[in-house]
């Protein structure tokens, strides 16, 4: 083949690239309409939660064609992101790629705050991790649009912030659009909290993403309509209505809707409030993952690894089939109307219908509302005994107030039915407690191959510039796979990291965990050379801050070219709230240096 024949067959090549990775939106007699590769595409989606999972990449996506789901939204992009794009195109299937813009205040999906009016770097660093997500993955064909942001302005207290943050994202997407002219973008807002912040101020957006649950996306067109606004909108996160919108309480603790509700809300509310609008082009129902929190019975797919309504129902939505098999049914679900102290046994009114007449387990669990962001998400087991024909009792725990109390019923089809109530427990000694935290179960890992970490190292300290963090460091391992690469590229001056809990907060959010038990906290260390010195350890919030670490403690060592395990005893300290997990300081001797960490535990 000479010169001009390879040159030929490369045209056709990058030609054929360009035109399968192209999606355009245009109107028609009235309705706006979303075209990939010049052929019409409804938004059949999900948001997908699996993005950390590689090695079941397959799995997922040939389930979600099983569902006859055709494209998936993620928040923002990881080392994962090339594969997982690969698998989504060999099975059909695009992609929303998000662009993740950081939230203002703490909300409902973070503890972040971000101060969009002083912080000119952050916003910088927004800016290019935006314009790079768009050069790295433009040309991939499984790209559908480029989602930015999500709810934003909804985590935002001033109007100052909101028109600083508007007018980043403008200069965002004019420059998205300048590198990638084959892809519209769109940007993500709680309900209708944009919509007038976009239309003063980002008139680059091509597609308005709004979250919205239960029968309120049925009113979005007419929001829209209200504004004088003609631009499209997908809903970006749809189900069953969410607990902040929830009006009815028992004991205090919002009612949860019922598993019929939850699929009731996506297989009929899909056809009744998404399908028939003229300028909806789809939806993603939230949200294909698995959980075991507070979130996880209410709108995730599955719970504790098994099929949830919200599953089917996606199906039924997307491809009009019921179930293979019914999640089991419980009709009855209550537990006595008064305050009882905390271990009693407290008999369970219980009525169950299986439509395959399968055999059925069961499981009681709950869930305490109060405290810090992660304690509210916690779902924790009940011991409870009995069975079917002679009823069940479960074990109140011991806690103090209002819990949630779950019931969980599994089918041998690996469906899970769940029914929740309340009921106020009382118990003195828990109610004396000063930090609600989370419970950690003991041995408690700080650092273990650097896969879902209970701290985030974001509490950089003295000449932080010069510091770079590698969480999966695979050139000297003590154990397992990955280690801590701690590295600091400046010849003077000193240094730290604090491991924290919420990140980026340095004692205004309640955080942590309780490690009440623990006597002891170890760690395995080692420096790229001799002669580096450092100080490591636990705590670092002080109690001049609202939320304190309720212990410090840490060890001056020389650190050796090889691992060495260090251990402080805690026997006697107060663990009942360290949200500083591990803490490490050290100063360069005259050249840069490397310190590595692994294996970080309290037990």
């Not at 912030?161 to 990638?180: F, H, M, N, P, V």
């Not at 969410?242 to 028992?250: F, M, R």
């Not at 409030?273 to 209410?298: D, M, Q």
Request: one cysteine or more; glycine letters at 8%.
């Amino acid at each position: 083949m000479n010169f001009k024949q390879n040159y030929i067959v490369l045209s056709i090549y990058f030609f054929c690239f360009c035109i399968n990775a192209q999606t355009t939106i245009h109107k028609n007699d009235g309705k706006w309409n979303l075209n990939v590769d010049g052929k019409p595409f409804e938004v059949k989606g999900v948001t997908f939660g699996y993005d950390k999972d590689v090695e079941n990449y397959e799995t997922y996506f040939e389930n979600l064609n099983f569902l006859g789901v055709n494209t998936i939204r993620l928040w923002a992009t990881n080392e994962n992101t090339i594969k997982l794009l690969d698998v989504a195109d060999s099975y059909g299937i695009k992609v929303m790629l998000g662009i993740w813009m950081r939230h203002g205040r703490p909300g409902m999906e973070d503890d972040d705050s971000f101060d969009y009016i002083k912080d000119k770097e952050g916003m910088e660093d927004m800016y290019r991790n935006a314009i790079k997500t768009v050069e790295t993955y433009k040309n991939h064909p499984a790209v559908l649009t480029w989602g930015i942001g999500n709810e934003v302005y909804l985590n935002m207290t001033t109007d100052a912030e909101k028109e600083a943050y508007s007018k980043l994202l403008e200069r965002i997407c004019q420059d998205i659009k300048k590198t990638d002219s084959n892809h519209p973008i769109t940007s993500v807002e709680a309900w209708t909290f944009g919509l007038d912040w976009w239309g003063k101020f980002v008139p680059s957006i091509d597609i308005y993403g709004l979250n919205s649950y239960g029968p309120g996306a049925n009113y979005l067109a007419g929001e829209l309509e209200k504004k004088g606004i003609d631009k499209p909108y997908i809903i970006t996160e749809f189900g069953v209505t969410g607990e902040w919108d929830i009006k009815a309480e028992k004991n205090g603790i919002k009612i949860e809707p019922s598993d019929q509700e939850k699929y009731d809300a996506i297989a009929k509310g899909y056809h009744d409030w998404i399908k028939n609008k003229t300028n909806c082009l789809g939806v993603y129902v939230f949200h294909y993952s698995n959980g075991n929190n507070f979130i996880s019975p209410w709108l995730l797919t599955h719970h504790r690894g098994m099929y949830r309504p919200q599953y089917w129902a996606i199906r039924e939505a997307y491809t009009g089939n019921k179930p293979v098999n019914s999640i089991p049914e419980i009709k009855t679900f209550q537990l006595p109307d008064s305050k009882v102290k905390s271990q009693t046994w407290i008999p369970v009114t219980l009525e169950v219908f299986d439509a395959e007449n399968d055999s059925l387990d069961f499981g009681f669990y709950y869930n305490q509302r109060t405290g810090s962001r992660k304690r509210r998400d916690q779902v924790n087991k009940l011991d409870f005994r009995g069975n079917m024909t002679d009823g069940f009792e479960v074990l109140l725990p011991k806690e103090d107030g209002a819990i949630k109390v779950y019931v969980n019923v599994s089918d041998t089809f690996n469906n899970v039915g769940i029914a929740s109530t309340s009921i106020m427990v009382l118990d003195e000694k828990a109610k004396l407690k000063k930090y609600l935290v989370p419970k950690a179960k003991l041995p408690f890992y700080v650092y273990k191959d650097g896969n879902d970490l209970p701290y985030a190292p974001s509490g950089y300290m003295g000449n932080y510039k010069y510091i770079s963090i590698d969480l999966k460091n695979t050139e000297y391992v003590h154990s397992g796979e990955t280690s801590i690469k701690i590295s600091y590229n400046y010849d003077h001056d000193w240094y730290g990291v604090g491991f924290v809990d919420p990140a980026n907060d340095w004692g205004e959010i309640l955080g942590g965990y309780d490690i009440t038990g623990a006597e002891k906290f170890s760690f395995w260390a080692k420096a790229s050379k001799k002669e580096v010195s450092a100080t490591i350890g636990f705590g670092l919030i002080d109690k001049d801050k609202p939320f304190p670490d309720t212990a410090k403690k840490s060890i001056e060592i020389k650190l050796s070219t090889k691992w060495k395990k260090y251990t402080i005893k805690t026997k006697n300290l107060d663990l009942s709230c360290i949200r500083s997990g591990l803490v490490i300081f050290s100063s360069a001797n005259r050249a840069s240096q490397d310190i590595y960490i692994d294996d970080v535990i309290f037990e």
